[in-house]
Protein backbone atom coordinates (compact mmCIF):
# COMPACT_ATOMS: atom_id res chain seq x y z
CA UNK A 1 0.00 0.00 0.00
CA UNK A 2 3.18 2.27 0.84
CA UNK A 3 4.98 1.22 -1.72
CA UNK A 4 1.33 1.54 -4.28
CA UNK A 5 0.94 5.32 -3.11
CA UNK A 6 4.42 6.57 -3.17
CA UNK A 7 4.26 5.45 -6.93
CA UNK A 8 1.05 7.79 -7.19
CA UNK A 9 2.53 10.66 -6.16
CA UNK A 10 5.62 10.06 -8.42
CA UNK A 11 3.14 9.86 -10.97
CA UNK A 12 1.46 12.97 -9.78
CA UNK A 13 4.63 14.90 -9.61
CA UNK A 14 5.97 13.91 -13.09
CA UNK A 15 2.52 14.79 -14.40
CA UNK A 16 2.34 18.46 -13.04
CA UNK A 17 5.68 19.08 -13.79
CA UNK A 18 5.65 18.39 -17.27
CA UNK A 19 2.62 19.41 -18.97
CA UNK A 20 1.54 16.73 -21.06
CA UNK A 21 -0.49 18.66 -23.36
CA UNK A 22 2.25 21.50 -24.72
CA UNK A 23 4.77 18.77 -24.39
CA UNK A 24 3.13 17.03 -26.84
CA UNK A 25 2.34 19.80 -28.92
CA UNK A 26 6.14 20.96 -29.34
CA UNK A 27 7.18 17.66 -29.78
CA UNK A 28 5.08 17.11 -32.83
CA UNK A 29 5.65 20.73 -33.83
CA UNK A 30 9.50 19.81 -34.26
CA UNK A 31 9.02 16.71 -35.81
CA UNK A 32 7.11 18.43 -38.42
CA UNK A 33 9.64 21.17 -39.02
CA UNK A 34 13.19 19.15 -38.44
CA UNK A 35 12.43 16.48 -41.85
CA UNK A 36 13.41 16.22 -45.32
CA UNK A 37 16.46 17.99 -47.04
CA UNK A 38 17.07 21.48 -46.55
CA UNK A 39 20.39 23.62 -45.33
CA UNK A 40 19.74 23.17 -42.15
CA UNK A 41 23.74 22.94 -41.53
CA UNK A 42 25.34 26.67 -40.56
CA UNK A 43 28.79 25.71 -41.81
CA UNK A 44 27.61 26.12 -45.57
CA UNK A 45 24.63 27.22 -47.52
CA UNK A 46 25.44 24.88 -50.01
CA UNK A 47 25.62 21.82 -47.29
CA UNK A 48 21.87 19.84 -47.80
CA UNK A 49 21.32 17.73 -45.30
CA UNK A 50 18.03 15.29 -44.90
CA UNK A 51 15.99 15.35 -41.37
CA UNK A 52 16.12 13.48 -39.39
CA UNK A 53 18.80 10.96 -40.85
CA UNK A 54 21.78 13.70 -40.49
CA UNK A 55 22.51 12.58 -44.32
CA UNK A 56 24.83 15.62 -45.86
CA UNK A 57 25.17 16.61 -49.32
CA UNK A 58 28.03 19.21 -49.67
CA UNK A 59 29.26 21.36 -52.44
CA UNK A 60 33.00 22.46 -52.96
CA UNK A 61 34.58 24.57 -55.39
CA UNK A 62 38.42 24.13 -55.62
CA UNK A 63 40.37 25.61 -58.57
CA UNK A 64 42.22 23.34 -60.35
CA UNK A 65 45.31 25.51 -61.44
CA UNK A 66 48.43 25.54 -59.13
CA UNK A 67 47.21 28.15 -56.89
CA UNK A 68 49.09 30.68 -54.59
CA UNK A 69 50.04 29.04 -51.05
CA UNK A 70 47.93 30.36 -48.23
CA UNK A 71 45.17 31.57 -50.54
CA UNK A 72 42.21 31.59 -49.25
CA UNK A 73 40.37 32.01 -52.14
CA UNK A 74 41.45 29.15 -53.91
CA UNK A 75 38.92 26.65 -52.41
CA UNK A 76 35.43 27.79 -51.39
CA UNK A 77 34.31 24.96 -48.95
CA UNK A 78 31.94 26.83 -46.02
CA UNK A 79 30.64 29.08 -48.16
CA UNK A 80 28.48 31.76 -46.56
CA UNK A 81 27.63 35.60 -47.46
CA UNK A 82 30.22 37.52 -46.91
CA UNK A 83 30.69 41.45 -46.93
CA UNK A 84 32.36 41.39 -50.51
CA UNK A 85 29.07 40.08 -51.90
CA UNK A 86 30.97 37.26 -54.05
CA UNK A 87 28.06 34.93 -52.62
CA UNK A 88 24.50 36.19 -53.32
CA UNK A 89 21.50 34.39 -51.99
CA UNK A 90 18.94 34.80 -54.32
CA UNK A 91 15.94 32.64 -53.01
CA UNK A 92 14.66 30.25 -50.18
CA UNK A 93 11.57 28.76 -49.02
CA UNK A 94 10.90 28.16 -45.65
CA UNK A 95 10.74 24.55 -45.98
CA UNK A 96 13.82 24.41 -48.55
CA UNK A 97 11.78 23.24 -51.57
CA UNK A 98 13.74 25.91 -53.60
CA UNK A 99 16.82 27.35 -53.10
CA UNK A 100 19.03 29.51 -55.04
CA UNK A 101 21.94 31.63 -54.71
CA UNK A 102 25.18 32.57 -57.00
CA UNK A 103 28.94 32.72 -56.60
CA UNK A 104 30.05 35.84 -58.84
CA UNK A 105 33.91 36.43 -59.13
CA UNK A 106 35.59 34.13 -58.12
CA UNK A 107 38.68 34.11 -60.25
CA UNK A 108 36.54 35.43 -62.55
CA UNK A 109 33.60 32.63 -63.04
CA UNK A 110 29.92 33.23 -62.18
CA UNK A 111 28.22 29.79 -60.71
CA UNK A 112 24.61 29.64 -60.02
CA UNK A 113 23.56 26.82 -57.74
CA UNK A 114 19.93 26.13 -57.04
CA UNK A 115 18.18 23.16 -55.29
CA UNK A 116 14.51 21.59 -55.29
CA UNK A 117 13.60 19.46 -52.55
CA UNK A 118 10.51 16.91 -52.33
CA UNK A 119 9.87 14.96 -49.27
CA UNK A 120 12.86 12.78 -49.10
CA UNK A 121 14.38 13.31 -52.43
CA UNK A 122 16.86 16.28 -53.54
CA UNK A 123 18.27 17.69 -57.08
CA UNK A 124 20.53 20.33 -56.80
CA UNK A 125 21.88 22.47 -60.54
CA UNK A 126 25.13 23.92 -60.49
CA UNK A 127 25.05 26.31 -63.18
CA UNK A 128 28.26 28.24 -65.03
CA UNK A 129 27.02 31.45 -65.95
CA UNK A 130 30.25 32.92 -66.83
CA UNK A 131 33.50 30.93 -67.36
CA UNK A 132 36.99 32.52 -67.26
CA UNK A 133 40.42 31.27 -68.03
CA UNK A 134 40.87 29.45 -64.61
CA UNK A 135 39.03 26.12 -64.70
CA UNK A 136 38.09 24.74 -61.70
CA UNK A 137 36.13 21.36 -59.88
CA UNK A 138 33.07 21.43 -57.79
CA UNK A 139 32.78 18.71 -55.40
CA UNK A 140 30.63 16.44 -53.90
CA UNK A 141 31.24 15.93 -50.49
CA UNK A 142 28.88 13.41 -48.03
CA UNK A 143 28.57 11.81 -44.53
CA UNK A 144 26.60 12.31 -41.56
CA UNK A 145 25.91 15.14 -39.62
CA UNK A 146 26.01 15.61 -35.69
CA UNK A 147 27.11 11.86 -34.94
CA UNK A 148 24.32 10.19 -36.35
CA UNK A 149 24.39 6.89 -37.23
CA UNK A 150 24.70 5.62 -40.72
CA UNK A 151 27.36 3.82 -43.21
CA UNK A 152 28.20 5.75 -46.45
CA UNK A 153 30.30 4.64 -49.12
CA UNK A 154 31.09 5.44 -52.52
CA UNK A 155 30.21 2.74 -55.31
CA UNK A 156 31.49 3.41 -58.84
CA UNK A 157 30.56 6.79 -59.78
CA UNK A 158 27.45 7.16 -56.92
CA UNK A 159 27.33 7.59 -52.98
CA UNK A 160 25.56 4.77 -51.15
CA UNK A 161 24.26 5.74 -47.57
CA UNK A 162 22.51 3.49 -45.05
CA UNK A 163 20.27 5.05 -42.78
CA UNK A 164 17.44 3.33 -40.38
CA UNK A 165 17.78 0.34 -42.73
CA UNK A 166 17.48 2.76 -45.41
CA UNK A 167 19.19 3.38 -48.53
CA UNK A 168 19.50 6.25 -50.06
CA UNK A 169 21.62 6.93 -53.28
CA UNK A 170 23.37 10.03 -54.66
CA UNK A 171 24.19 10.09 -57.91
CA UNK A 172 25.14 13.23 -60.58
CA UNK A 173 24.56 13.71 -64.44
CA UNK A 174 28.04 13.31 -65.36
CA UNK A 175 30.88 11.13 -64.70
CA UNK A 176 33.17 12.23 -61.70
CA UNK A 177 37.40 12.38 -62.17
CA UNK A 178 39.93 10.72 -59.96
CA UNK A 179 41.44 13.25 -57.26
CA UNK A 180 42.35 13.20 -53.89
CA UNK A 181 41.36 15.84 -51.67
CA UNK A 182 42.24 15.15 -47.84
CA UNK A 183 38.53 14.24 -47.34
CA UNK A 184 37.56 12.00 -44.57
CA UNK A 185 34.34 10.62 -45.61
CA UNK A 186 33.60 9.11 -49.08
CA UNK A 187 33.23 12.53 -52.51
CA UNK A 188 32.65 12.59 -55.88
CA UNK A 189 35.04 15.21 -57.95
CA UNK A 190 33.78 16.44 -61.34
CA UNK A 191 35.22 19.29 -63.52
CA UNK A 192 33.45 22.23 -63.75
CA UNK A 193 32.41 24.75 -66.66
CA UNK A 194 29.63 22.67 -67.71
CA UNK A 195 26.46 22.42 -65.72
CA UNK A 196 26.17 19.15 -63.20
CA UNK A 197 22.87 18.31 -61.45
CA UNK A 198 23.24 16.12 -58.10
CA UNK A 199 20.86 14.02 -56.97
CA UNK A 200 18.82 11.53 -54.80
CA UNK A 201 16.56 8.54 -55.96
CA UNK A 202 16.08 7.24 -59.29
CA UNK A 203 18.40 7.98 -62.41
CA UNK A 204 18.07 11.29 -63.95
CA UNK A 205 19.46 12.84 -66.74
CA UNK A 206 20.90 16.77 -66.92
CA UNK A 207 17.19 17.74 -68.68
CA UNK A 208 15.06 15.77 -65.99
CA UNK A 209 16.91 17.77 -63.12
CA UNK A 210 16.90 21.12 -65.20
CA UNK A 211 13.03 20.60 -65.15
CA UNK A 212 12.76 19.62 -62.15
CA UNK A 213 14.45 23.13 -61.04
CA UNK A 214 12.52 24.96 -63.21
CA UNK A 215 9.03 23.75 -62.06
CA UNK A 216 10.08 24.66 -58.14
CA UNK A 217 11.13 27.71 -59.38
CA UNK A 218 8.01 28.65 -61.27
CA UNK A 219 6.35 27.19 -58.09
CA UNK A 220 8.43 29.61 -55.96
CA UNK A 221 7.39 32.53 -57.94
CA UNK A 222 3.94 31.83 -58.28
CA UNK A 223 3.29 31.68 -54.72
CA UNK A 224 5.02 34.98 -53.72
CA UNK A 225 2.03 36.38 -56.16
CA UNK A 226 -0.47 35.77 -53.76
CA UNK A 227 1.00 38.68 -51.98
CA UNK A 228 -0.15 40.87 -55.09
CA UNK A 229 2.00 44.11 -54.96
CA UNK A 230 3.93 43.20 -51.58
CA UNK A 231 5.41 39.74 -53.66
CA UNK A 232 8.85 40.62 -53.63
CA UNK A 233 9.01 41.84 -49.81
CA UNK A 234 7.36 38.53 -49.37
CA UNK A 235 10.04 36.51 -51.45
CA UNK A 236 12.77 39.05 -49.85
CA UNK A 237 11.28 38.66 -46.58
CA UNK A 238 11.08 34.56 -46.46
CA UNK A 239 14.37 34.31 -48.38
CA UNK A 240 16.37 35.86 -45.49
CA UNK A 241 14.77 33.53 -42.76
CA UNK A 242 15.26 30.22 -44.91
CA UNK A 243 18.69 31.16 -45.45
CA UNK A 244 18.93 31.53 -42.09
CA UNK A 245 17.06 28.60 -40.43
CA UNK A 246 18.96 25.79 -39.33
CA UNK A 247 18.82 22.50 -37.21
CA UNK A 248 19.85 22.41 -33.62
CA UNK A 249 21.30 19.09 -32.85
CA UNK A 250 22.02 19.94 -29.16
CA UNK A 251 18.07 20.84 -28.44
CA UNK A 252 17.01 18.85 -31.19
CA UNK A 253 14.80 22.13 -32.41
CA UNK A 254 14.37 24.28 -36.10
CA UNK A 255 15.50 27.77 -35.01
CA UNK A 256 16.23 31.17 -37.21
CA UNK A 257 19.43 33.06 -35.62
CA UNK A 258 20.44 36.18 -36.16
CA UNK A 259 22.39 35.03 -39.16
CA UNK A 260 24.34 31.98 -40.10
CA UNK A 261 27.46 33.93 -40.32
CA UNK A 262 27.98 34.14 -36.71
CA UNK A 263 26.71 30.81 -35.90
CA UNK A 264 29.98 28.92 -35.63
CA UNK A 265 31.63 32.12 -33.71
CA UNK A 266 29.39 31.89 -30.89
CA UNK A 267 29.58 27.59 -30.60
CA UNK A 268 26.48 26.88 -32.63
CA UNK A 269 24.07 29.38 -32.44
CA UNK A 270 23.58 33.28 -31.74
CA UNK A 271 19.63 34.44 -30.40
CA UNK A 272 19.20 37.75 -29.98
CA UNK A 273 16.11 38.73 -27.89
CA UNK A 274 13.87 41.06 -29.46
CA UNK A 275 15.68 40.02 -33.16
CA UNK A 276 14.33 36.17 -32.76
CA UNK A 277 10.56 37.49 -31.55
CA UNK A 278 10.63 39.51 -34.76
CA UNK A 279 11.88 36.63 -36.65
CA UNK A 280 9.59 34.76 -35.38
CA UNK A 281 6.65 37.26 -36.43
CA UNK A 282 8.10 37.61 -39.89
CA UNK A 283 7.56 33.52 -40.08
CA UNK A 284 4.04 34.14 -39.07
CA UNK A 285 3.26 35.53 -42.53
CA UNK A 286 3.42 32.42 -43.66
CA UNK A 287 4.71 29.48 -41.71
CA UNK A 288 3.47 28.66 -38.29
CA UNK A 289 5.21 26.20 -36.89
CA UNK A 290 8.58 28.32 -37.81
CA UNK A 291 7.15 31.10 -35.67
CA UNK A 292 6.00 28.87 -33.01
CA UNK A 293 9.48 27.54 -32.45
CA UNK A 294 11.29 30.51 -32.85
CA UNK A 295 9.52 32.14 -30.11
CA UNK A 296 9.17 29.24 -27.86
CA UNK A 297 13.24 28.89 -28.27
CA UNK A 298 14.08 32.70 -27.16
CA UNK A 299 11.10 32.52 -24.33
CA UNK A 300 12.28 29.42 -23.03
CA UNK A 301 16.24 29.86 -22.82
CA UNK A 302 15.38 32.34 -19.70
CA UNK A 303 16.59 30.95 -17.21
CA UNK A 304 17.31 34.15 -14.46
CA UNK A 305 14.29 35.43 -14.67
CA UNK A 306 14.13 37.65 -18.09
CA UNK A 307 14.47 36.62 -21.68
CA UNK A 308 18.45 37.40 -22.26
CA UNK A 309 20.15 39.66 -25.01
CA UNK A 310 21.61 37.20 -26.26
CA UNK A 311 21.48 33.04 -26.29
CA UNK A 312 23.75 30.53 -27.34
CA UNK A 313 24.38 26.98 -26.53
CA UNK A 314 24.41 26.60 -22.59
CA UNK A 315 24.53 30.14 -21.70
CA UNK A 316 22.19 33.40 -21.55
CA UNK A 317 23.41 37.32 -21.08
CA UNK A 318 22.90 38.27 -17.94
CA UNK A 319 20.96 41.58 -19.43
CA UNK A 320 17.90 41.56 -21.38
CA UNK A 321 16.57 44.04 -24.68
CA UNK A 322 13.22 45.92 -25.49
CA UNK A 323 10.27 44.07 -24.03
CA UNK A 324 8.36 42.73 -27.16
CA UNK A 325 7.88 39.26 -26.59
CA UNK A 326 4.01 39.69 -24.85
CA UNK A 327 3.57 41.76 -28.21
CA UNK A 328 4.79 39.14 -30.68
CA UNK A 329 3.26 36.21 -28.78
CA UNK A 330 0.25 38.01 -28.37
CA UNK A 331 -0.11 38.83 -32.51
CA UNK A 332 0.91 35.17 -33.47
CA UNK A 333 -2.19 34.05 -31.28
CA UNK A 334 -4.10 36.42 -32.96
CA UNK A 335 -3.42 34.84 -36.38
CA UNK A 336 -3.64 31.27 -35.30
CA UNK A 337 -5.98 31.15 -32.20
CA UNK A 338 -4.02 27.91 -30.66
CA UNK A 339 -3.69 28.52 -26.89
CA UNK A 340 -1.26 25.81 -26.16
CA UNK A 341 1.20 28.07 -27.46
CA UNK A 342 0.38 30.49 -25.09
CA UNK A 343 0.67 28.06 -22.44
CA UNK A 344 3.78 27.78 -23.72
CA UNK A 345 5.49 31.12 -23.39
CA UNK A 346 3.28 32.31 -20.48
CA UNK A 347 5.22 31.68 -17.43
CA UNK A 348 8.35 33.41 -18.72
CA UNK A 349 7.02 36.36 -20.34
CA UNK A 350 5.36 36.75 -16.52
CA UNK A 351 8.09 36.47 -14.89
CA UNK A 352 10.28 38.71 -17.04
CA UNK A 353 7.42 41.52 -16.99
CA UNK A 354 8.27 41.61 -12.75
CA UNK A 355 12.04 40.83 -13.50
CA UNK A 356 11.98 44.94 -15.02
CA UNK A 357 10.38 46.10 -11.77
CA UNK A 358 12.80 44.36 -9.52
CA UNK A 359 16.41 45.36 -12.01
CA UNK A 360 15.77 48.52 -13.78
CA UNK A 361 13.35 50.94 -11.96
CA UNK A 362 15.49 54.58 -11.00
CA UNK A 363 13.27 57.30 -10.06
CA UNK A 364 9.95 55.99 -10.69
CA UNK A 365 10.81 55.20 -14.47
CA UNK A 366 12.48 51.85 -16.17
CA UNK A 367 15.78 52.71 -17.30
CA UNK A 368 18.51 50.65 -19.18
CA UNK A 369 21.14 48.40 -17.10
CA UNK A 370 23.48 46.02 -16.47
CA UNK A 371 23.76 43.41 -13.23
CA UNK A 372 27.23 44.26 -11.91
CA UNK A 373 29.00 47.28 -10.60
CA UNK A 374 31.32 49.37 -13.11
CA UNK A 375 29.07 48.29 -16.37
CA UNK A 376 30.20 51.26 -18.80
CA UNK A 377 27.95 53.43 -20.94
CA UNK A 378 28.68 50.51 -24.09
CA UNK A 379 27.64 48.01 -21.74
CA UNK A 380 24.48 49.46 -21.18
CA UNK A 381 23.78 50.68 -24.26
CA UNK A 382 23.75 47.23 -25.55
CA UNK A 383 20.64 46.43 -23.47
CA UNK A 384 18.60 48.85 -25.87
CA UNK A 385 19.66 47.05 -28.72
CA UNK A 386 20.21 50.54 -30.36
CA UNK A 387 23.95 49.64 -30.06
CA UNK A 388 25.54 53.36 -30.53
CA UNK A 389 22.54 55.27 -30.70
CA UNK A 390 23.36 59.39 -29.98
CA UNK A 391 20.27 59.59 -27.54
CA UNK A 392 22.91 57.84 -24.65
CA UNK A 393 25.56 60.12 -25.51
CA UNK A 394 25.18 62.12 -21.86
CA UNK A 395 24.23 59.09 -20.08
CA UNK A 396 25.39 58.81 -16.30
CA UNK A 397 25.49 55.48 -14.74
CA UNK A 398 24.19 54.90 -11.12
CA UNK A 399 24.64 51.77 -9.02
CA UNK A 400 21.40 50.54 -7.37
CA UNK A 401 20.49 47.36 -5.47
CA UNK A 402 23.00 45.74 -7.57
CA UNK A 403 22.61 46.90 -11.03
CA UNK A 404 24.46 49.64 -12.53
CA UNK A 405 21.36 51.84 -14.25
CA UNK A 406 21.46 55.08 -16.44
CA UNK A 407 19.71 58.15 -15.04
CA UNK A 408 17.63 58.20 -18.24
CA UNK A 409 13.63 57.81 -18.18
CA UNK A 410 13.63 56.36 -21.76
CA UNK A 411 10.36 56.87 -23.33
CA UNK A 412 10.62 53.73 -25.67
CA UNK A 413 11.18 51.14 -23.02
CA UNK A 414 8.71 52.59 -20.37
CA UNK A 415 6.20 52.27 -23.67
CA UNK A 416 7.00 49.13 -24.30
CA UNK A 417 7.03 48.03 -20.84
CA UNK A 418 3.28 49.25 -20.69
CA UNK A 419 2.75 47.23 -24.32
CA UNK A 420 4.19 44.34 -22.58
CA UNK A 421 1.67 44.94 -20.00
CA UNK A 422 -1.38 45.33 -22.14
CA UNK A 423 -0.51 42.29 -24.28
CA UNK A 424 0.23 40.04 -21.44
CA UNK A 425 -2.75 41.07 -19.79
CA UNK A 426 -4.73 39.91 -23.14
CA UNK A 427 -2.71 36.37 -22.64
CA UNK A 428 -3.74 35.92 -18.92
CA UNK A 429 -7.02 36.56 -19.76
CA UNK A 430 -7.22 34.39 -22.61
CA UNK A 431 -6.00 31.51 -20.44
CA UNK A 432 -8.31 32.27 -17.35
CA UNK A 433 -4.93 33.85 -15.08
CA UNK A 434 -7.31 36.38 -13.84
CA UNK A 435 -5.06 37.46 -10.78
CA UNK A 436 -2.43 38.30 -13.53
CA UNK A 437 -4.71 40.10 -15.47
CA UNK A 438 -5.51 42.58 -12.85
CA UNK A 439 -1.87 42.92 -12.00
CA UNK A 440 -0.80 43.34 -15.48
CA UNK A 441 -3.30 45.94 -15.96
CA UNK A 442 -3.00 48.02 -12.94
CA UNK A 443 0.88 48.30 -13.60
CA UNK A 444 0.17 49.13 -17.24
CA UNK A 445 -1.82 52.46 -15.94
CA UNK A 446 0.36 53.27 -14.04
CA UNK A 447 3.51 53.14 -16.25
CA UNK A 448 1.58 54.80 -18.66
CA UNK A 449 1.00 57.89 -16.53
CA UNK A 450 4.76 57.39 -15.84
CA UNK A 451 5.39 57.97 -19.60
CA UNK A 452 2.94 60.94 -19.76
CA UNK A 453 5.06 62.71 -17.09
CA UNK A 454 7.42 62.34 -20.06
CA UNK A 455 5.53 64.92 -22.42
CA UNK A 456 6.96 68.44 -23.12
CA UNK A 457 4.00 70.47 -24.38
CA UNK A 458 6.53 72.91 -25.79
CA UNK A 459 7.65 70.40 -27.69
CA UNK A 460 5.06 68.81 -29.04
CA UNK A 461 6.19 65.33 -28.03
CA UNK A 462 7.54 62.84 -25.38
CA UNK A 463 11.40 63.26 -24.73
CA UNK A 464 14.00 60.83 -22.32
CA UNK A 465 14.58 62.44 -19.22
CA UNK A 466 17.33 62.75 -16.96
CA UNK A 467 16.17 61.58 -13.47
CA UNK A 468 18.82 62.92 -11.69
CA UNK A 469 18.57 66.04 -12.77
CA UNK A 470 14.70 66.02 -13.93
CA UNK A 471 15.89 68.05 -17.28
CA UNK A 472 14.81 66.80 -20.40
CA UNK A 473 16.86 65.48 -23.68
CA UNK A 474 16.45 67.08 -26.60
CA UNK A 475 17.81 64.10 -28.93
CA UNK A 476 15.06 62.66 -31.08
CA UNK A 477 14.68 59.47 -32.04
CA UNK A 478 12.30 56.98 -33.30
CA UNK A 479 11.37 55.64 -29.79
CA UNK A 480 10.03 58.96 -28.91
CA UNK A 481 6.72 57.46 -31.14
CA UNK A 482 6.41 54.54 -29.26
CA UNK A 483 3.92 55.47 -26.76
CA UNK A 484 1.85 55.51 -29.36
CA UNK A 485 2.16 51.12 -29.76
CA UNK A 486 0.95 51.74 -26.16
CA UNK A 487 -2.10 53.56 -26.46
CA UNK A 488 -0.62 56.40 -24.48
CA UNK A 489 -1.21 59.82 -25.65
CA UNK A 490 -4.35 61.53 -26.16
CA UNK A 491 -5.76 62.05 -29.29
CA UNK A 492 -4.28 66.16 -29.12
CA UNK A 493 -0.77 64.59 -28.85
CA UNK A 494 -0.97 62.00 -31.54
CA UNK A 495 -1.87 64.30 -33.74
CA UNK A 496 1.21 66.93 -32.63
CA UNK A 497 3.40 64.29 -32.64
CA UNK A 498 2.89 63.00 -36.20
CA UNK A 499 2.19 66.51 -37.20
CA UNK A 500 5.20 68.27 -36.03
CA UNK A 501 7.92 65.09 -35.96
CA UNK A 502 6.84 62.07 -37.38
CA UNK A 503 5.84 63.94 -40.64
CA UNK A 504 8.54 66.81 -40.77
CA UNK A 505 11.24 66.19 -43.52
CA UNK A 506 14.00 67.81 -41.04
CA UNK A 507 13.57 64.99 -38.60
CA UNK A 508 12.46 61.75 -40.13
CA UNK A 509 9.81 62.31 -43.06
CA UNK A 510 11.08 62.07 -46.56
CA UNK A 511 11.98 59.80 -49.41
CA UNK A 512 13.66 57.23 -47.33
CA UNK A 513 11.82 56.35 -43.70
CA UNK A 514 12.20 56.40 -40.84
CA UNK A 515 15.71 57.19 -39.71
CA UNK A 516 17.02 55.58 -36.28
CA UNK A 517 18.38 59.33 -35.10
CA UNK A 518 16.70 62.54 -36.56
CA UNK A 519 18.33 63.86 -40.08
CA UNK A 520 18.74 67.00 -38.22
CA UNK A 521 20.88 65.60 -35.12
CA UNK A 522 24.26 66.85 -35.12
CA UNK A 523 25.29 63.28 -34.63
CA UNK A 524 23.43 61.72 -37.88
CA UNK A 525 25.93 59.59 -39.99
CA UNK A 526 23.64 56.64 -41.79
CA UNK A 527 26.18 54.18 -39.49
CA UNK A 528 24.19 51.27 -37.69
CA UNK A 529 22.02 53.36 -34.92
CA UNK A 530 23.34 57.02 -35.94
CA UNK A 531 20.46 57.19 -38.77
CA UNK A 532 20.62 53.59 -40.68
CA UNK A 533 16.75 52.82 -41.15
CA UNK A 534 16.14 49.48 -38.99
CA UNK A 535 13.20 47.03 -39.40
CA UNK A 536 11.81 46.63 -36.06
CA UNK A 537 11.60 50.81 -36.09
CA UNK A 538 9.63 51.34 -39.04
Known amino acids: ?128 EKNSN ?43 IETHPAYTSPYLIFSGGSSIGFYSGDEKSIVEVQSTIAAAKQKYEKYAMKYGEKAEAFKATQSVLGWNTLYDAGENRIISPVTRGWNEAWQGYVLFEWDTYFAALLSSLDNKALAYSNAIAITHGSEKGHVGFWQRPGVEASQSQPPVGSMVCWMIYEQHQEKWFLEEVYTELLDWNRWWLKNRVNGGYLTWGAPWEGASVRDIMLESGLDNSPMYEDAKIEYINGNSLFNIADVGLNSLYVADCQYLANIAQALGRTEDEKELRERAKHF ?83 GSIWGPMN
Open 134 to 176: TPYHVELQTGMMWNREGFVRRKESMIHATVNNTTHILRSTTNP
Open 1 to 128: MTRSYSLFCIILFFFFSNPLFSQTEYVVLQESLAKGWNTWSYGSMLNYVLLPEGLSLKINFRNATVGTPYDPDYFLEDITVDKSGRVRPIAHTFDGAYTELVVDGWFGNIIRVQSAASENDIVVLVTP
Open 448 to 530: SQQVQKLWVEEKGTFLNKYVDTNTFSERLSPTLFYPLLAGIPTKKQAQRVLKEHYFNPEEFYGEYIIPSIAYNDKLFNNNYWR
